[in-house]
C-alpha cells in the first residue's frame, strides 16, 4: 500500500514551514504524519542531504499545534549532532521548547524527571545507555533516532537500550539503513515494529541466509516488498533537479621507493601470516591481522604515522598539499576527510606553515566548539580548508559553503565517503562540487575502491530491489586485497 497517498488520516502541514519545505519535503510530511496516525513505525531514508530533519521537525510542530499529544517527543542522536537539532529546531520551530540532554549526571535526571516541561529532548545514544534506569518509568509520544544506523549491531548495548524506551510513536532516520548486512534492516525494524519481520533467528533462515548465500531473487523480492510501505526513500537526482552537479575524480598516487619499500614488507609479513593459518586460526586472529592491515593504509597516507624515525617523504601528501593550494588560489574552500586524526594534525601543520584559514573536528572536539567553528567556516568570505575525521565529520552537519571535497583515504563502505561528501553537497549549495579520492596505486587503497562496490550493491538490492553481492570479508577476501 502506498501510505503516502492516502488524504484522509493526513495533518495540516504548519503555517510558518509552508515556504519553506520543499515538494519532496512536504510529500515526507504527509507519509510519516499517516504513518504515525496508523500507529505504525516509520523508517525515512532520503538519501544525505534532503533535510530528514527537517521534515521531522515539522511532524513535531504539527503535533503541538494540533494538540495530538501531552507527552514529550525524545530524539537520539549521535553526540555530534545534538546541538545541530537543537539550532536547527530554534531555526524552523521556535515555538517548540527544547531540552538537550548534556551536562552532569544530576543536571540530566532532574531534566528528565521534568520531561513536561519540553517539547522535546535530545540526547545522544551514549548518554541513552548511561542514563538507560532514569527512563523507566517515562513515556514519550514520537521516539526518533537520527543516524539509526547506530543500532546496526542487534546485540549491541546501544540496540537494546533505544528499544526499552516507552514511546506512543517510532520514527528511524538514515541515508544508509543496510550498510554491511541484511541484519541490520532487522535490527531498524525490530525498534520500529517489534515482531514485524520475526525473531533474528527466524529472519536468518527465511531471508538472510537464502538471499545472501544463494542469491534467492523471489525472496529478495518479497522482503523488499515486505518492507516498502514502512520505509521512504529519495535520491537527491530523482528530487532536487535544482541541487547542482557532483563531480567525481580519482587521482592516482605513486609511492616513491622509500615508501615502497615499507609498503612491501608490511604487506609481506601480513601475507605469510595468512598464508600459514587455516579458517580457524583466521578467526580468532581478524582483529589482529585487521590491526597489521591498518598499518598498511597508514603507510599509504605518510610513513611518519607509523615510524618516527622515517625520514623520506609522503608523495600522497605532496600532492594533496599541491591540490589544495591550486583549489584555493581559484577561490575555493575545502573540506579534507582523512580515518586517521595523526593524518589530520600533519595536513594541520603543513598548512599553517602556508598561513591558511584552517578548521579541524575529530571525535574529541567539543560539541559547542564544532558549531561555532562550522559556522566560522561557512561565513568566512575568504577560502579556507575544513579537515574532519570521516567518524566525526561524516553525519549531520551542514558545510554547504565548501564546494571542494578531498577525501585522502577511501574507507571499506562507501556509504560512509557519500555521507561525508554530502557535507558540502546538499540542500543550500549554489556551486558544483568536486570530489577528489587521492587513491594510492598498486596498494590496497586500489583494492578497497573494489570492494566499496561490493557492498553498495547490498543496500541497492533491498532498497531498490537490484541484485545484490554479499559483503562480508573471509581470509581469500583479506588475500585478495593484499596481492
Known amino acids: 500500500a502506498d501510505l503516502s497517498n492516502n488524504r484522509i488520516r493526513r495533518d495540516a502541514i504548519p503555517q510558518t514551514l509552508q515556504n519553506t519545505l520543499r515538494p519532496y519535503q512536504k510529500a515526507g510530511f504527509n507519509w510519516l504524519s499517516t504513518i504515525i496516525n496508523y500507529n505504525f513505525g ?6 544525505m542531504g534532503l533535510g530528514k530533519t527537517l521534515q521531522v521537525i515539522a511532524v513535531l510542530l504539527a503535533r503541538k499545534q494540533q494538540h495530538k499529544s501531552n507527552l514529550t517527543s525524545l530524539v537520539i542522536a549521535p553526540a555530534s549532532v545534538i546541538y545541530n537539532w537543537q539550532a536547527e529546531i530554534k531555526k524552523f520551530a521556535p515555538e517548540l521548547s527544547v531540552g538537550v540532554l548534556g551536562g552532569s549526571n544530576d543536571e540530566r535526571r532532574n531534566m528528565l524527571v521534568h520531561q513536561n516541561k519540553y517539547d522535546v529532548l535530545i ?26 544506523q547506530n543500532i546496526k549491531n542487534h546485540q549491541s548495548i546501544t540496540a537494546q537500550s533505544v528499544k526499552v524506551i516507552k514511546a506512543q510513536h ?6 544508509t539503513p543496510i550498510e554491511n548486512k541484511l541484519s541490520e534492516l532487522w535490527s531498524i525494524f525490530d525498534y520500529l515494529m517489534p515482531g514485524f519481520l520475526g525473531s533474528y533467528v527466524d529472519f536468518k533462515k527465511k531471508f538472510e541466509v537464502p538471499i545472501v548465500k544463494k542469491e534467492d ?41 622509500k615508501q615502497a619499500g615499507l609498503y612491501h614488507l608490511q604487506m609481506n609479513k601480513i601475507i605469510a601470516q595468512l598464508n600459514g593459518q587455516d579458517d580457524d586460526d583466521f578467526k580468532k586472529s581478524r582483529f589482529q591481522i585487521l590491526a597489521q592491515i591498518t598499518k598498511l593504509r597508514e603507510i599509504c597516507c605518510d610513513p611518519h604515522l607509523l615510524y618516527d624515525n622515517y625520514h623520506g617523504k609522503s608523495d600522497k601528501l605532496k600532492a594533496t598539499i599541491d591540490l589544495i593550494k591550486s583549489n584555493l588560489e581559484n577561490g575555493h574552500k575545502i573540506l579534507l576527510f582523512s580515518q586517521f586524526t595523526s593524518m589530520l594534525d600533519i595536513l594541520q601543520e603543513k598548512l599553517a606553515k602556508l598561513r591558511v584559514p584552517t578548521f579541524m573536528l575529530t571525535g574529541s572536539t567539543p560539541k559547542e566548539k564544532r558549531q561555532e567553528d562550522i559556522q566560522h567556516f561557512n561565513s568566512l568570505k575568504q577560502p579556507g580548508v575544513f579537515l574532519l575525521s570521516l567518524k566525526a565529520g561524516g553525519t549531520g552537519i551542514n558545510l554547504t559553503s565548501a564546494d571542494v571535497v578531498i577525501h585522502y583515504d577511501p574507507w571499506w563502505n562507501i556509504a560512509a565517503e557519500n555521507q561525508a561528501t554530502d557535507r558540502a553537497h546538499r540542500i543550500g549549495q549554489k556551486n ?11 596498494t590496497i587503497e586500489e583494492r578497497i575502491i573494489k570492494l566499496q562496490q561490493k557492498k553498495a550493491e547490498l543496500a541497492q538490492a533491498i532498497l531498490n530491489n537490484k541484485d545484490m553481492a554479499n559483503a562480508a570479508m573471509n581470509r581469500e577476501d583479506l588475500l585478495k586485497l593484499l596481492k
Do not use: C
Not at 523488499?224 to 533537479?241: G, Y
Not at 558544483?432 to 598498486?442: L, N, P
Open 432 to 442: 558544483s562540487v568536486k570530489i577528489y579520492k587521492m587513491v594510492t596505486q598498486d
Open 217 to 257: 531473487k523471489d525472496l529478495e523480492s518479497t522482503l523488499s516488498e515486505t518492507v516498502a510501505p514502512f520505509i521512504l526513500r529519495r535520491l537527491k537526482k530523482d528530487v532536487l533537479k535544482d541541487l547542482p552537479a557532483k563531480d567525481e575524480e580519482v587521482i592516482p598516487i605513486k609511492m616513491n621507493q
Open 42 to 47: 516509520g523508517l525515512l531514508a532520503d538519501e
Open 170 to 175: 517510532r520514527l528511524a532516520l538514515t541515508g
Open 123 to 148: 540526547t545522544s545514544y551514549q548518554l541513552l545507555n548511561h542514563d538507560l534506569e532514569a527512563y523507566y518509568n517515562l513515556s514519550f509520544d514520537l521516539q526518533i533516532l537520527d543516524e539509526a
